[in-house]
């Protein structure tokens, strides 16, 4: 048996291409990272929220009121829940469904771009279809990673049609969850179809691009999304006279 030295291996496995899913992903073996860091983020946020008697959520929750002048709470609403150990339990299982296969096929950064993006469509929605009253739907504070979770159950649609599998269950679960408002109060159902937006269209994006094109696309296409929510933010804050 011969003997290879360290730096050898090494530099023969970086000799051989990366190998890549239809939608450019990495493919990788090992556990979904990504996933799985944004569950711990909001497990830990929610413990921290529990333990401090509310003060976590105030600091890090969003209202169109306060996100003017702190727009990361944008981001931040989407790490936190209610107190009812329902709510994060749906969502972390909702992401968990669908969240380590959109990582495999779209690899990490653009997974992570996907649900970032998503999470802040979900604030923007609300800010834009919420009532701008101060004693209104504007100083309500908003959290849940829903947003985010529709905007991935957005996104694999147009995934699992490339693929030439059937969407119909997603369409059915999206529809019945959008529904779900309108009988039970205190959901924020603007911020549902904020995120289902967003993840439509990085989806769709993400899914057209012609391999040549996947990297050009995947760190482009995010950048377009975001420049287009900042500015349909100020719009929003123009037209109500706040900027």
Not at 146 to 164: E, T, Y
């Amino acid at each position: 048996m011969g003997i290879q030295c360290v730096d050898c291996v090494a530099q023969a496995a970086k000799a051989v291409p990366t190998q890549r899913t239809a939608f450019g992903g990495a493919v990788r073996g090992g556990r979904p990272v990504v996933t799985l860091t944004i569950i711990g983020i909001c497990v830990v946020s929610w413990v921290l929220q529990l333990v401090t008697g509310g003060d976590w959520t105030q600091r890090w929750a969003f209202a169109p009121v306060v996100g003017i002048e702190e727009p990361w709470r944008f981001l931040t609403a989407a790490f936190l829940h209610s107190s009812s150990v329902l709510h994060i339990l749906f969502n972390m299982y909702a992401l968990w469904l669908v969240g380590p296969f959109l990582e495999q096929v779209f690899g990490r950064g653009r997974f992570a771009a996907l649900y970032v993006l998503s999470a802040i469509g979900g604030s923007v929605g609300y800010l834009v279809l919420a009532t701008p009253t101060i004693d209104g739907g504007w100083a309500t504070p908003v959290v849940g990673a829903s947003g985010a979770v529709f905007g991935l159950f957005g996104a694999i649609i147009p995934v699992l049609r490339r693929m030439g599998r059937n969407a119909t269950q997603i369409v059915v679960l999206i529809a019945i969850n959008m529904a779900i408002p309108f009988f039970v109060p205190g959901i924020a159902w603007q911020a549902h179809l904020g995120g289902l937006v967003v993840g439509l269209a990085l989806g769709a994006g993400f899914a057209a691009a012609p391999r040549e094109r996947q990297a050009l696309v995947g760190w482009l296409l995010p950048a377009v999304v975001g420049v287009v929510l900042v500015a349909v933010t100020v719009w929003r804050y123009t037209a109500v006279g706040w900027i």
